[in-house]
């Protein structure tokens, strides 16, 4: 009689029970990946995006547990979504719309206003209406880029804006304190957005990443969102983290302080 050796299965429990994760910008993309692995881990997640068609059908994919449709750039709307949302909450994150490029000569100055309010006046806003409705200990994840590093025609908005999203990010942290505050800054991510800015270019684009980067892949939304419920889950990362285009794919650094508190 031949013993068939077991292995003994161990299940993991879900890291997000019972908590309410609102994601911004939810629809598609990190965002609704990020939906996606929450509810994965146990969390109720409420949605919220522009486009009301697209909300509903990323609800339904995901079984989010409440959606609002509206404009996050708009003051009032967002004012109105925060004083609607059940008390507390444990995490917000929010993915905006897409940069602006344009050439120096070519800047139109309503559309840089309404870049910055889309995006560092939207975290600001965010961080405001959040204090009271976020639990202690809970986190707030912002969306940032790699442009800032980058110089060339129709750059210079971007990389501006992307440059100062880690100083205004970490000073939310100390203003909103003990609710962390973080920045999700990866470089090409295959999202359809990507693919709206690239047009024709897209598949050259992903060609080059697979030939170059020691993954042999492009990254995907799946990989930022399993950073950002990392983020959300691990009580123990400091307030702070900036995730930069690394070889491989998103990298987190962490401040030399952040790294000392937290051991």
């Known amino acids: 009689m031949t013993t068939v050796p077991t292995t003994a299965v161990t299940r993991r429990e879900p890291e997000l029970p019972g908590q309410t994760v609102v994601i911004i910008g939810g629809s598609a993309g990190i965002g609704l990946e990020t939906a996606r692995r929450a509810r994965a881990e146990g969390a109720d997640v409420i949605l919220a995006a522009r486009r009301p068609d697209r909300l509903r059908q990323a609800a339904a994919e995901v079984g989010a547990d409440g959606t609002a449709a509206f404009d996050a750039t708009d003051p009032a709307a967002l004012e109105r979504f925060f004083a609607g949302l059940p008390a507390p909450v444990d ?37 405001r209406l959040s204090a009271g409705r976020v639990r202690p200990g809970g986190t707030l994840l912002f969306m940032g880029g790699t442009a800032g590093r980058s110089r060339g025609p129709g750059m210079s908005l971007i990389a501006a804006a992307t440059a100062a999203m880690p100083a205004l990010i970490a000073n939310l942290a100390v203003e909103i304190a003990p609710v962390r505050v973080n920045l999700i800054a990866p470089g090409f991510v295959d999202t359809p957005l990507s693919a709206s800015l690239l047009g024709g270019d ?12 020691p993954i042999g892949r492009v990254v995907a939304p799946t990989d930022v969102a399993a950073l950002a419920v990392h983020l959300m889950t691990n009580s ?28």
């Open 91 to 127: 995490h917000v994150m929010v993915t905006g719309p897409g940069p602006y490029y344009a050439p120096l000569a070519e800047l139109d100055r309503e559309r840089t206003h309404r870049a910055f309010d889309d995006h560092q006046w939207l975290a600001i806003e965010v961080a």
């Open 202 to 213: 897209l598949e050259a684009r992903r060609a080059q990443l697979r030939a170059t980067l």
């Open 236 to 263: 123990r990362v400091a307030p702070v983290h900036c995730c930069t285009e690394a070889p491989s794919g998103p990298r987190m650094h962490v401040p030399a302080h952040a790294a000392r508190a937290s051991r």
